[in-house]
């Protein structure tokens, strides 16, 4: 029986980023897919500035860049009558910025620099049974072959394989019952450098531009709201709703769907796993937390799952860490999945407009609102989660900014020879100890080992900085004494060891 020493079961781009993260760490991972192959079709289409950040570190960014569309923002319409423009207003102090790019090339990207660590995805390969003892996880196939893995993960999605063996809850409640989805071509002559949502009594309409693979701009994701059917809908059927919903909700008369790439019927839910971790199962993106798609969060907050728990679960796979490490996983994470849930579920709630109360107060207050330039720069931040902070978690701490927990924005340094870099080119799989130029690091170095990246920069804090893989403060001051002890009592960890 093959043996592993951490399995993830799901190829998605919260799978595929985990898997890159512990190989860039140098640990033994396998990905297995039920799907017979790579997907080609976009379930997500932006990525928002933390999801570009991450996907720089672990180097699989690749030509991201030059198959996207750089998003301006939405324009909302009362049918064909505009009423606010809701742009992105970008921290123009960030580097990086949010993206419309198609899920299915994010994928591609974190296929390729698996390959480039060493990793293959292994596809048709359906889970039917999981079971764990005190050392390992033995993961059954529907081929009835086996692994033993030293711990699983399960990115699978929401009807997770791996979180129902488990035997963890994923209670939730429906948001909006049918949506209907289509990713179509189409003649249209409509502005494509933002993306357009029509409110109608009846329900949403959204028009969201898309970056075709051929570079032709006729591509574009249509999505609405609709009451739900007791039959089964295919292609064509939801391509001639919508034929009928863009005069009825947009004004729109002359618009010709040409092709239709593809199509999907679904219920928005709102659902979160009650736990991240279950011995030596962990589940993140979907598998732990689904919401609604109406702002792009989903597939940037399974990414982010992703980064935190790779650097945790390469520690104790690799020795440096006691199996504690793992809880400050889903105390970091799930308190932001909860925030996530809320703020996608009202805004939802908002734009869909179930009661005419709601449909004046979303025309004539909500909307409007997004005119203003203050609030367009505040939804750009919520929607790139840069500001995630942990500092209210297990290694957070108090004192001067930035603090333990804190995200760390990236900065030009000199490393100890002199050389230009980034703080972020260096980081995952590295740490970073960070200081003024001309500081004493020796001590510190004792206590981190080897493999610490040093780096200098004149505009750093007058202690120095331990910048965790993720981007995140870990710790901070010159006493070896009391970092020992912090690696010790609060990370579980020996570093130098």
Not at 300 to 324: C, F, P, Q, S, Y
Not at 427 to 436: F, G, K, Q, S, Y
Request: glycine letters at 10%; aromatic letters at 6%; charged letters at 25%.
């Amino acid at each position: 029986m093959k043996t592993v020493d951490v399995l993830v079961v799901g190829a998605g781009p919260t799978g595929l980023a985990l898997a890159v993260g512990l190989a860039a760490q140098q640990v033994e991972v396998m990905v297995v897919d039920r799907a017979d192959g790579p997907s080609t079709t976009s379930r997500a289409n932006i990525l928002h500035a933390r999801g570009v950040e991450v996907l720089e570190r672990l180097g699989a960014m690749g030509q991201l860049r030059d198959h996207s569309l750089a998003p301006v923002g939405m324009r909302m319409h009362v049918q064909s009558r505009p009423i606010a423009t809701m742009r992105f207003a970008p921290d123009e102090r960030e580097p990086t910025q949010a993206l419309f790019v198609s899920q299915a090339r994010i994928e591609e990207q974190l296929r390729r620099r698996f390959a480039e660590l060493g990793g293959q995805v292994g596809q048709n390969r359906t889970v039917t049974g999981v079971a764990q003892d005190a050392d390992k996880v033995t993961v059954t196939f529907a081929d009835g072959q086996q692994i033993r893995a030293g711990w699983v993960v399960g990115c699978d999605g929401a009807r997770s394989t791996v979180r129902g063996a488990a035997g963890i809850d994923f209670a939730g409640v429906p948001v909006v019952e049918q949506f209907l989805l289509a990713d179509v071509r189409a003649d249209w002559d409509r502005d494509r450098t933002v993306s357009a949502g029509f409110f109608h009594r009846d329900g949403l309409l959204l028009a969201i531009p898309m970056r075709a693979a051929d570079g032709k701009d006729d591509l574009w994701r249509l999505m609405a709201d609709v009451p739900p059917v007791d039959r089964r809908l295919d292609d064509a059927d939801i391509v001639a709703r919508f034929e009928e919903l863009l005069p009825q909700r947009a004004g729109e008369n002359d618009v010709h769907i040409r092709e239709t790439s593809w199509t999907s019927v679904f219920r928005i839910q709102r659902r979160l796993a009650a736990e991240y971790r279950r011995g030596r199962i962990l589940l993140a993106g979907d598998a732990a937390h689904i919401h609604s798609p109406i702002g792009g969060q989903g597939m940037n907050t399974g990414i982010g799952d992703a980064e935190n728990l790779a650097w945790k679960l390469a520690m104790v796979v690799r020795g440096k860490a006691d199996h504690a490490l793992l809880d400050t996983y889903a105390a970091e994470r799930r308190p932001l999945a909860t925030e996530v849930l809320r703020t996608t579920t009202a805004n939802t709630k908002i734009l869909v407009g179930e009661s005419p109360l709601a449909r004046f107060v979303r025309d004539r207050i909500f909307v409007p609102l997004l005119n203003s330039s203050r609030v367009q720069r505040q939804a750009t931040r919520t929607a790139s989660q840069l500001w995630v902070s942990y500092r209210r978690g297990p290694l957070g701490g108090r004192g001067p900014r930035p603090r333990p927990g804190d995200r760390v924005p990236d900065r030009a340094c000199v490393r100890a020879d002199g050389s230009a870099t980034r703080l972020h080119a260096e980081l995952l799989p590295a740490w970073v100890l960070l200081a003024r130029p001309g500081t004493d690091l020796t001590a510190l170095v004792e206590v981190l080992g080897p493999d610490i990246a040093i780096l200098y920069d004149e505009a750093a804090p007058s202690s120095p900085l331990l910048i965790r893989p993720d981007g995140h403060l870990a710790w901070r001051g010159n006493d070896p004494g009391a970092l020992r002890r912090w690696l010790a009592g609060t990370l579980h960890a020996r570093m130098g060891a």
